[in-house]
Nanobody, 121 residues
Framework: VQVAESGGGLVQVGGSLRLTCAASGSIFSIDNMRWYRQAPGMQRELVAALTGRGDTYYLGSVKGRFTISRDSTQNTVYLQMNSLKPEDTAVYYC????????????????WGQGTQVTVSS
């Protein structure tokens, strides 16, 4: 299973970016899809999550500004980021929980390599 993020870049304060995470390979199903971020010198933190049932979680500091969504037909998850702030600057990582064999209903974690988001003031 391969996970690839895209859509990062340099944006000014108040701007928007849309991150895309595409999963490919031998995937039977994907339930949980998550976006994490890691700023320099900081621990990786969970930014947003979306379950297969449609339940969502958002880090407090991004609520109302970020929206996680998915296209199940394409095994793709998005993170729409609006009203960006300098403190949103980080490498953003996609994490998915995928079942690769219908006979083994166990969800394995897969990570992308990350995409840099830089918000300039």
């Amino acid at each position: 299973v391969q996970v690839a993020e895209s859509g990062g870049g340099l944006v000014q304060v108040g701007g928007s970016l849309r991150l895309t995470c595409a999963a490919s390979g031998s995937i039977f199903s994907i339930d949980n899809m998550r976006w994490y971020r890691q700023a320099p010198g900081m621990q990786r933190e969970l930014v947003a999550a979306l379950t297969g049932r449609g339940d969502t979680y958002y880090l407090g500091s991004v609520k109302g500004r970020f929206t996680i969504s998915r296209d199940s037909t394409q095994n793709t998850v998005y993170l729409q980021m609006n009203s960006l702030k300098p403190e949103d600057t980080a490498v953003y990582y996609c994490n998915i929980g995928a079942v690769t064999d219908y006979r083994v209903p166990y969800e394995y974690d897969y990570w992308g390599q990350g995409t840099q988001v830089t918000v300039s003031s």
